[in-house]
């Protein structure tokens, strides 16, 4: 009637990959969520925060290559890594960079520090995904539930 303990351990590890996939701060849930309605400047939010103390590991959540490595008065301190898909994934409100324009980065890979810079209630990661054309508009929901 049931499965083995192999079984299951081995199901959960090949599962587990793909829905979990690589996470920006792992072990940490999302406290805001894309798509909800605000006083953002798009009308709402346009990625997902991750409440964590400044200092924080970020991690590369798919493999590319850093195109932004900068501050903005909105995002404070953040990285731009372009994927292979061409998915633009920014990392906002960073304490501290860890790579500079043009490096290749590997999912998985330690990429910063999480901060409070910019306009920022709070120590947090705040996550996007961009599709082309770039734009302020172009976000889409996070599909962080792919293994890159």
């Known amino acids: 009637m049931g499965m083995s ?11 587990g990959a793909v829905v979990l996939g690589h996470l920006p701060i792992p072990g940490r849930s999302v406290t805001t969520p894309f798509g909800k309605p605000g006083s953002w400047a798009a009308g709402y939010h346009t990625g997902a925060d991750y409440a964590c103390p400044v200092g924080t590991s970020v991690h590369a959540t798919a493999s590319g290559k850093v195109i932004t ?15 292979s898909d061409k998915v633009r994934q920014l990392y906002a409100h960073l304490s501290q960079k860890l790579v500079s324009v043009g490096k290749n980065v590997k999912a998985g890979d330690v990429i910063a520090k999480s901060g409070n810079t ?5 120590p947090h990661l705040h996550y996007e995904e961009r599709v082309s054309p770039y734009g302020y508009n172009n976000h889409r929901k996070p599909q962080l539930n792919i293994a890159h």
């Open 5 to 15: 303990i192999n079984v299951l351990c081995f199901l959960f590890l090949i599962l």
């Open 69 to 83: 490595a900068n501050w903005g008065a909105a995002y404070g301190t953040h990285i731009v890594i372009e994927s």
């Open 118 to 122: 910019g306009r920022s209630t709070g």
